[in-house]
């Protein structure tokens, strides 16, 4: 059964920094494009970031670019968002979400298989 797994939500105040990860089995991340994405209350999910299966191409939203990084480790079959500089704005539940095989990677929600069930995220002082 192919799954991922988030971790690592939790408070923290404005400027702070979080790493979620998300664990996936039943598949290897070789071969399967990991997207990130938040869904705040009242709104709609959006993309956050992702890595291509190749693990070569990466992307993200303007309105986290140059404070979150998006990462992976084969090895551990998980993969990583640091988010750094983190703002009020950044609080919203996290998914992250594997589509493939051999999937380029997108930021929207509606090309990926299989989700997690989240973990949330609050900046706040």
């Known amino acids: 059964q192919l799954q991922v797994v988030e971790s690592g939500g939790g408070s923290v105040q404005p400027g702070g920094s979080l790493r979620l990860s998300c664990a996936a089995s039943?598949?290897?991340?070789?071969?399967?494009?990991i997207g990130w994405f938040r869904q705040a209350p009242g709104k709609e999910r959006e993309g956050v970031s992702y890595i291509s299966s190749s693990g070569s191409v990466v992307n993200y939203a303007d309105s986290v670019k140059g404070r979150f990084t998006i990462s992976r480790d084969t090895a551990k079959n998980t993969a990583y968002l640091q988010m750094n500089s983190l703002k009020p704005e950044d609080t919203a539940v996290y998914y992250c979400?594997?589509?493939?095989?051999?999937?380029?990677?997108?930021?929207?929600?509606?090309?990926?298989?299989?989700w997690g069930q989240g973990t949330q995220v609050t900046v706040s002082s």
């Open positions: 979400a594997a589509g493939g095989p051999y999937f380029s990677g997108s930021l929207l929600p509606s090309l990926y298989d299989y």
């Open positions: 039943g598949f290897t991340l070789d071969y399967y494009a």
